[in-house]
């Protein structure tokens, strides 16, 4: 025997076998094993083995091995190679396995047959066999001793034994593999022990998730000096086993979990088969609760009876409570009641009355220290109503359905554009008169919020996606549970294919509330005793349409619109509106109401969708989306969106009070469904006592003048109720912006429609409907008076002899409006000089304009449409061969308009909104040499630039820069000096002008422009002042100063002629 000691002497560059093969694990599976074992995991696998192999690698890339020759033949002859550790320690790796949850079941009754089978390094164990459990507890622990470890305990940290859990299912035909997991265990020597906590860890099968366990894993260092390892658990009760210690072990303590069943909705079919005969599992901690079987699933899908209750020994607190188990069967001919649907819901802390109530308490704690948009919880809370600030929804941008990011804030709305420094609009009649203005208020437009906040006039709230996402799908009193469908939950093989692309069986709707009992729970009374039986309940719904918006047309994607109308369908009543036609428009304002009746929970479901009008090749018509909309849990909800509270309680106007219930009923019954005292009124009904807080009226209501007129207003007592259910939370008025699904294309939004519900139970005559007519466009005048152009920039068609020249060109002013076919042309100029054009020309420009959209209004045949209210002007030249292209513009949006400057110096471009300052010019590298330029002062700074809205300063006069776009830059051009004013058509008709000059010359007379000639300069000059002279308003001045300069002329000529006179005269008498 030949033996060859190796010593390994530390670390070198030799490639390990990592490096160059690829190691997959060392796994090898097998169906059992007494079959053969093969390298790939199959599907029908259930045990696998590890062989740890080393190969040696030569640095020659040689055989390694021996060659002999006996007896003339030469043999190979492998050498036998054994390594050896000089540091080597043992440990013993302890498995703490509590329980599962959420398992797979492979059977049709849902049940599981589980054992773990346990491997770490070499050893294999397994737990005992729990039968037909959904949360299988096997409460056990395993030791695995004598794993011997290389290295020392450092590099022991770093390299942890891998511990290998496999859970197995003992079925009729063998084990079935539920799923794996791999955990690393925490290590416990070299500190004091500490009891390693139990957690969940997820069952992976084919990279799904098949269920959880709740598991510890330590590891200890048992032939370490001073190492505290724990005792041995005590024995299991089967006696082969260890029990999960006490230290790890949770504690137990009776739980009570009420159920409140309301009932079962849109069944589906299994196995080809309607679910016609159902019946409802509660399951927890293997108590098992059983519902009753509901008489009549087609008239009324409500279970007979709507509160239940068991108690269960659970572990305490909501981090080791077994989830509970929903298990929807259908009971079949023959005894057959297969397993169709489930929901497992895992985690409940939701449920328990007393953790609600700490973090109620916390939020309010947090929120005295926080700011007011941090500690208001995203499930819409009230927000008080004060003078400058209201209620909007703020919303994360996300397509693709889910919506965890909404929350509400307290802030001003938002405007996209720069906001007017204006005035408020005195029309506050006018906007109350419609409900678009309190649509447009809370989308941008500040100018309508200012006014009616100025006013106090209801506004509303503006959800942008549909209501429910942002109060939890209304689930507060009633939840719905998806029962869900999965490929191996229903093992019939003659399941409908168009049954498997459906993962839901069902749904169902109800509660728990989880709680902890102290003793037996005697003595506690049922959170759900007083809930009554649900039977069959009608009632009338009122649905608004109001605006389809950014609809897409699939069948008509090279048009890019479409013609939508509306269809409505509850129940077996379908509405399918055509004459809600429009033609041509992806962004129809519908504007209808529709009133219908249904009995819930029959038929809770609204359907409302949006269809394009003969799309397609055949002259059908097409889907473009629709939306739906669960009455049931509307009308179950605590926060009463039935119909949304206003902010003012109205008798009468357009904003009246539309519940069928007064504020004081209201109040009354949400105190009585929450345990609270009912509220208490003073004689005058300005304050109100609930649960010892006080109201008053003055802290919602700050202007009292607003509130005089009684005919409007209504009681005190009943503004002051509707004020406390504001701060209540309760859903305010609202209108939702629902997304447009297609069924051929789920997922993907076709638009949406803004619109909301109204829904009167126990009412066949219910309040009159809001009308939601939008405005009328009011007819208005706009006459625009162009008085003078200065330093326009013009083109020479031959240049002239000397820099100084003068240049002419004959000028002319055009206007146009937005929507407006043609221009409106000036008279010529004739011969401009320098591009100085005098004109004092009217235009006059007459259109409908929109107050709440702030658009000039256009009439159609198909549609409406809107424009910017836009003013443009621009100077051309009088011969078109000349310069086609005008030399000058000016674009004014007479909502958003730079006021006019006083000074003709003070025109600067940065009045022009969007105005971005042009790079500037390279400096010409050809040039000889360079002129040295004198610099030239710069104009003085204008003051203040403001903007203001022309509808409502009505008037405005002064001068405005003109510019020119040149390579993408505004470069100013030239000035003009205009009047602007806009007026009603009645008082454009009590004010006549004529256009230009015509007549009527007046409001204001215009007077005929002076004009430079240039034929005869000097003439031209001195005709020029004594025009100007005589047109002056200092002519009585100019006139006064003639005649005094004329005597002056004469006395002085008298004077100094004089002496002469009278030597002639005394010469003459005296000769």
């Known amino acids: 025997l030949w033996i060859r000691s190796r010593i ?17 694990g060392g796994w090898e599976y097998a169906k059992m094993f007494t079959t053969k074992f093969h390298s790939g995991e199959m599907g029908s696998d259930i045990v696998r083995r590890r062989r740890h192999r080393r190969e040696l690698i030569s640095l020659n890339f040689g055989p390694v091995m021996f060659i002999m020759s006996q007896k003339g033949k030469k043999m190979r002859i492998a050498p036998q190679m054994i390594m050896e550790f000089k540091l080597k320690s043992k440990f013993e790796v302890r498995v703490h396995l509590y329980c599962g949850r959420a398992m797979t079941s492979p059977e049709v009754s849902g049940y599981v047959n589980t054992y773990c089978r346990v491997s770490v390094s070499k050893q294999t164990q397994n737990t005992i066999t729990i039968w037909e459990q959904l949360s299988p507890v096997w409460d056990q622990t395993m030791v695995f001793t004598d794993i011997t470890l290389v290295g020392n305990l450092e590099e022991v940290k770093e390299s942890l034994p891998e511990v290998y859990v496999s859970i197995l299912h003992k079925g009729p035909l063998g084990d079935h593999l539920l799923g794996r997991t791999t955990v690393i265990p925490h290590q416990q020597f070299g500190k004091e022990y500490e009891p390693t906590k139990l957690k969940w860890y997820p069952i992976i099968l084919n990279n799904e998730n098949e269920g959880d366990i709740l598991a510890a894993f330590e590891i200890f260092h048992i032939d370490g000096e001073g190492e ?50 159902p019946l409802i599992e509660i399951e927890c901690g293997g ?159 500040t100018l309508i919020y200012k006014t009616m906040r100025k006013h106090e006039l209801p506004l509303l709230v503006v959800y942008e996606r549909e209501i429910e996402r942002y109060f939890n799908n209304f689930s507060d009193s009633i939840q719905q549970f998806q029962m869900a469908r999965t490929p191996k939950l229903g093992g019939d093989p003659d399941e409908d294919e168009d049954d498997e692309k459906d993962p839901l069986t069902g749904v169902y709707k109800g509660s728990f509330r989880i709680y902890e009992l102290e003793g037996d729970g005697t003595d506690r009374d049922l959170i759900y005793g007083s809930v009554p039986t649900a039977g069959p309940i009608k009632i009338f719904v009122r649905l608004y349409v109001l605006q389809a918006m950014f609809l897409s047309c699939p069948s008509r994607h090279k048009e890019k619109t479409c013609d939508p109308y509306i269809a409505v369908t509850l129940g077996p009543k379908h509405i399918a509106d ?213 330093d326009v920039e013009t083109i020479e068609e031959v240049p002239p002899e000397k820099p100084d020249d003068d240049t002419l060109h004959d000028l002319m002013v055009s206007g146009q409006f937005a929507g407006d076919p043609e221009a409106q042309v000036s008279e010529i100029h004739p011969r401009a000089v320098n591009g100085n054009g005098a004109f004092n020309w009217r235009y006059l420009f007459r259109f409908g304009y929109g107050f709440l959209e702030r658009k000039r209004v256009i009439p159609g045949e198909l549609e409406d449409l809107m424009l910017d209210p836009i003013l443009t002007l621009s100077v051309k030249d009088g011969d078109p061969s000349v310069s086609p292209d005008p030399y000058a513009f000016l674009h004014l949006n007479l909502t958003y308009l730079p006021r006019g400057m006083a000074k ?20 010409d590298p050809l040039a000889e040499e360079e002129e040295e330029e004198e610099e030239e002062e710069e104009p003085p700074r204008p003051p203040k630039i403001t903007y203001l809205n022309l509808f409502k300063k009505k008037k405005t006069q002064g001068w405005w820069p003109m510019y020119k776009k040149i390579n993408g830059y505004l470069y100013k051009t030239g000035k003009i000096k205009m009047e602007l004013e806009v007026m009603t058509k009645p008082q454009a008709e009590a004010r006549p002008a004529g256009f230009g000059r015509a007549d009527p010359n007046e409001n204001p007379e215009i007077d005929e422009p002076i004009r430079v000639s240039t034929e005869f300069p000097a003439i031209d000059a001195k005709v020029k002042t004594a025009k100007f002279v005589w047109k002056s308003p200092n002519k009585p001045k100019v006139i006064l100063a003639g005649i005094l300069q004329l005597f002056g002329v004469v006395s002085f000529s008298l004077i100094y002629n004089l002496p002469t006179m009278i030597v002639s005269y005394l010469v003459s008498y005296l000769g």
């Open 904 to 923: 003709e110096e003070w025109t600067w471009m940065e009045m022009i909104p969007g105005y971005e300052e042009p790079p500037p010019p390279t400096p």
């Open 287 to 445: 108590f098992l609760l059983t519902l009753p079987k509901i008489p009549d699933l087609v008239n009324n899908p409500n279970f007979p009876k709507t509160s239940h209750y068991f108690d269960a020994l659970l572990p305490q607190g909501f981090t080791y409570k077994p989830p509970i188990n929903i298990r929807l069967l259908d009971n079949r001919p023959n005894g057959f009641s297969p397993l169709v649907g489930k929901y497992i819901l895992k985690t409940f802390s939701q449920y328990d009355p007393e953790y609600l109530k700490k973090r109620l308490a916390q939020a309010e704690l947090e929120g005295s220290t926080t700011t007011e948009s941090e500690a208001t919880p995203p499930d819409a809370e009230s927000v008080s109503i004060t003078e400058t600030e209201t209620v909007i929804v703020i919303e994360e941008d996300d397509d693709d359905g889910c919506c965890n990011c909404c929350c509400w804030k307290k802030e001003k709305p938002k405007y996209d554009g720069p906001i007017p420094v204006v005035d408020e609009s005195d029309d506050w009649e006018f906007l109350s008169m419609y409900w678009w203005s309190r649509y447009f208020a809370m989308q941008g437009n």
């Open 578 to 790: 055509t004459t809600s036609l429009i033609r041509k428009n992806r962004h129809p304002r519908f504007c209808r109401i529709y009133n219908l009746n249904t009995i819930i929970p029959n038929n809770p479901e609204l359907k409302v969708a949006i269809i394009d009008f003969e799309s397609t090749e055949e002259g059908r018509d097409d889907l473009i989306g629709e939306t739906k909309v669960d009455l049931e849990d509307r009308f179950l909800s605590i926060k009463r969106p039935i119909c949304g509270l206003t902010e003012r309680y109205m008798i009468s106007g357009p904003h009246k009070w539309r519940d069928f219930m007064l504020p004081t009923q209201i109040l009354d019954e949400f105190c009585t469904a929450n345990g609270i005292p009912l509220p208490t009124y003073s004689s005058d009904g300005s304050n109100c006592n609930i649960n010892d807080e006080i109201y008053e009226i003055s802290e919602f209501e700050k202007h009292k003048e607003n509130f005089e007129d009684t005919s409007i207003w209504g009681p005190l007592n009943e503004r002051i109720a509707l004020y406390v259910l504001l701060e209540l939370g309760l859903v305010r008025d609202y209108a939702e912006k629902r997304k447009l699904i297609n069924p051929v294309m789920p997922g993907v939004p076709q638009g949406k429609v803004l619109m909301f519900t109204d829904i009167f139970p126990f009412m066949d005559s219910p309040p009159d409907p809001m009308c939601i007519d939008p405005p009328i466009p009011v007819e208005m005048e706009l006459r625009c008076i162009v008085f003078d152009v200065t």
């Open 8 to 24: 390994k002497v530390g670390q070198t560059n030799i490639p390990s076998i990592e490096e160059s093969v690829e190691v997959t």
């Open 228 to 277: 505290d390892v724990p005792f041995m658990p005590p024995k299991h009760p089967s006696g082969n086993a260890y029990q999960v210690p006490p230290g790890i072990r949770p504690l137990m303590k009776q739980t009570r979990i009420e159920v409140l069943s309301w009932g079962l909705r849109h069944l589906k079919f299994w196995a080809k088969k309607p679910i016609d005969n």
